[in-house]
């Protein structure tokens, strides 16, 4: 079956119909883009059509964009020269997209083309807006859940199929720079506002009809193809122009510190595109489109970020033969930070909670948590009164255990003490039903040994929130050597329930994520003790696309947190624990009573406030300055190293199945470097052959904890790649 048809009415309307076989949402493919061109021709040519519709046979949206699967193999796909294929294929959709927005008229007075109308019955997104660009007038659904825009450029590409070109020349830099620079996505209503789309109606395709029946030539000339047009807010070369311009780049800079590509090459291509004609424009914007392709992190993002997070979010990892899930009634245990969270997000997602603490006042403030978070949502305009009611009222805050009957999945959250949570398992053990599965959701411990203190350990599992619960994406769980498939399914589903994105991994000391981010802030702890610049550590980080360097983020989570896990995995090691200058440092300020942000006194200076100031001087009295600073290469390295070699080390111990779960957990989980698309994809794109070469030079000069795993060392010697060796089919596809 065809994605595009064509069937032309009795008034001579050709509707153009978009429904790709099999798929809930439109999704764009080169053998669709042939179709559609072939529908345009045939429209054009037949002298019975006066005026042309395309819409969706799907019944909520237009179209989700460009099918990412075949974006991610062009490079792979375009050739000898792929440089060429790829500007060349890209050149071909501007081709078609123009003459769609010609429309047949004729080249030198502009007349006599056919009106081309889009009929949007929901969200339009990537390609599926592009397209409605090129035509004439754009029709969209009086639907709110609707959303439209631009998202490319949170996937590490930008809009190439003349997105950037037409609204920026539609909107003005000013007001096309929410939707390309921050991929911004809005309700239809926002979306006209915005100048977006032109109308909203209740029934987009008959009132787009009428529209083509009726419109004239000047109705079908667009303002770029107009003598005499002038951008909105001005061109680079104009006052005001300029201004925008010099304030965009200072924006993308500020934000991504050069570090993505994406933003740089649209900026690129925005400006060099204000200051020629359309049809040049639009050839530079798909020579940087070309650019940004061949770059070896768009196709590593792309794949991250969206299909290998869809698929694990889609449950490719689940067990199979485990019936649903789906969790009806949750209890937390522990109504501090984190639990308040969980009880919030699964609130949220219409799940009952009963939250326990240990008296009704501290239950109750775990409970004003919510409503606290649910009024500021209310006062943004993102939540209304009737949810914050609803959500609220499916929280049941007490003291009392017994409240916990019928819950069909705990989540324990109390102190990080192994005694503590071994008692509170034994005596909710003693309410819940048999069938209960219940986690813990301790960043540390291992749940092998906290599951000794239950007497079903094959229903206990351990589901990992990242602070804060509400805002971070990911949860990490984690199975003990006992936990049984219908638990590891029971935490899929509820995750899947919460609008999060999980990752599975096998027992071991810090699991997948704290295993690699306590690497990466003890390296910058050393680096400290060695005199290196704490300004230099997390600028360095920050310029690899890190939300914050190791200095900055140990401050965030607390000094004396560091110290407790220092100690605490110092105690069960033993004589294999390998002593650090980092542990001495934080130990040290934790004598002094810097222990971070909380405290407004850390690594950094706060005003009373808890604004973050200057770094404090007063560290380099006890650690100062070296006169020679190192290199801001060899600085990033050491950063990156410390983390992806753990990540290796946790693949070859069996701690990570799927590499797929590697790469997502880092980036979502604590922020790593988004543009590389995760540890295992930085590593394909610098190769085994330079991480083996530069392991051991760190090594001879650095330490042990550089030392060359096994496995990337093997990889090295074969020439192989992460994602060609270790390549995960998807079972969701």
């Not at 071909?92 to 927005?101: L, Q, S």
């Not at 949750?330 to 308040?340: D, E, F, I, K, Y």
């Not at 199945?657 to 604590?670: K, L, M, P, S, T």
Request: glycine share 10%; with cysteine.
């Amino acid at each position: 079956m065809a994605d595009f048809t064509m069937k032309t009415d009795a008034d001579g309307v050709a509707i153009i119909t978009w429904d790709v076989p099999g798929k809930s949402m439109n999704v764009m493919s080169f053998d669709g883009l042939r179709e559609l061109e072939t529908c345009i021709d045939d429209a054009l040519g037949d002298d019975t059509v006066k005026g042309i519709v395309i819409t969706s046979g799907k019944k909520d949206s237009f179209a989700g964009g460009m099918d990412l699967n075949l974006l991610a193999k062009m490079k792979d796909n375009a050739g000898e020269d792929p440089a060429r294929g790829l500007f060349d294929g890209v050149m071909r959709i501007h081709a078609m997209f123009r003459k769609i927005e010609r429309a047949g008229m004729d080249p030198k007075s502009r007349k006599g083309g056919k009106p081309i109308a889009s009929a949007l019955p929901g969200t339009a997104a990537g390609i599926g807006l592009e397209l409605p660009l090129a035509t004439h007038r754009i029709f969209a659904a009086d639907n709110p859940k609707a959303r439209i825009g631009l998202p490319e450029i949170m996937v590490g590409i930008f809009p190439g199929a003349g997105g950037t070109t037409r609204l920026v020349r539609k909107l003005g830099a000013m007001g096309a720079a929410p939707f390309l620079l921050e991929g911004k996505m809005v309700e239809p209503a926002k979306a006209k506002a915005a100048g977006l789309i032109d109308e909203v109606v209740s029934d987009p395709l008959q009132a787009a009809r009428d529209w083509v029946l009726t419109a004239k030539d000047a109705d079908i000339l667009k303002p770029w193809d107009a003598k005499g047009y002038k951008m909105p807010g001005g061109a680079p070369y104009h006052p005001a122009g300029f201004m925008t311009f010099l304030g965009a780049n200072a924006m993308v800079n500020a934000k991504t510190k050069g570090a993505l590509p994406g933003p740089k090459a649209l900026l690129s291509a925005v400006y060099e595109g204000a200051l020629v004609d359309f049809d040049t424009a639009l050839r530079i914007e798909a020579r940087w489109f070309t650019h940004v392709l061949m770059n070896p992190s768009s196709s590593a993002m792309m794949r991250s970020l969206f299909l290998s997070k869809e698929a694990l979010e889609k449950g490719a990892v689940r067990p199979d033969g485990v019936t649903d899930q789906k969790v009806r009634k949750l209890g937390v245990l522990g109504a501090g930070m984190m639990g308040a969270g969980i009880a919030l997000v699964s609130a949220r997602a219409g799940i009952d909670v009963v939250l326990i603490d240990r008296d009704q006042d501290s239950a109750d403030r775990g409970k004003a948590y919510s409503e606290s978070y649910l009024d500021k949502g209310i006062k943004r305009g993102k939540t209304t009164p009737e949810q914050k009611d609803t959500t609220l009222a499916r929280i049941t805050a007490t003291p009392d255990l017994a409240q916990l009957q019928g819950c069909d999945l705990i989540i324990e959250a109390v102190f990080e003490d192994a005694s503590v949570k071994a008692e509170m398992t034994q005596k909710v053990e003693n309410v819940i039903p048999e069938d209960c599965i219940f986690a813990s959701n301790t960043s540390t411990l291992p749940i092998t040994e906290l599951a000794k203190a239950s007497a079903r350990p094959e229903q206990f599992i351990g589901i990992h929130f990242f602070s804060p619960v509400e805002k971070m994406a990911l949860v990490e769980i984690i199975k003990g050597k006992e936990t049984g498939n219908r638990a590891v399914a029971k935490a899929l589903d509820y995750v899947r329930q919460i609008r999060k994105t999980p990752i599975v991994v096998n027992d071991a000391r810090f699991f997948y994520a704290n295993r690699c981010i306590i690497p990466y802030i003890n390296e910058g702890m050393r680096m400290i003790s060695e005199g290196v610049a704490p300004w230099l550590i997390d600028h360095a980080a920050q310029q690899l696309g890190f939300p914050v360097g190791p200095v900055q983020l140990t401050d965030e989570t607390s000094i004396d947190l560091g110290a407790r896990i220092a100690r605490a995995t110092r105690a069960a090691m033993g004589d294999a624990y390998e002593e650090s200058p980092a542990d001495d440092l934080i130990f040290w300020m934790e004598e002094t009573g810097r222990l971070g942000r909380k405290v407004k006194a850390g690594f950094f200076d706060y005003d009373d406030k808890g604004k973050r100031q200057e770094y404090w001087k007063g560290l380099q009295d006890k650690y100062p300055l070296s006169p020679s600073q190192p290199d801001l290469i060899e600085v990033q390295e050491r950063l990156m190293f410390a983390q992806v070699l753990e990540a290796v080390r946790a693949l070859e111990q069996g701690v990570l199945e799927d590499i797929r779960e590697g790469d997502v957990g880092a980036i979502f989980g604590w922020g790593f470097a988004p543009w590389s698309g995760g540890p295992f994809s930085w590593l394909d794109i610098i190769g085994a052959e330079y991480a083996a070469e530069r392991c051991d030079q760190l090594r001879a000069t650095y330490g042990e904890r550089f030392a060359c795993p096994p496995l990337l060392r093997e990889m090295a010697e074969k020439g192989q790649r992460f994602y060609g060796r270790f390549a995960t089919e998807d079972r969701t596809a």
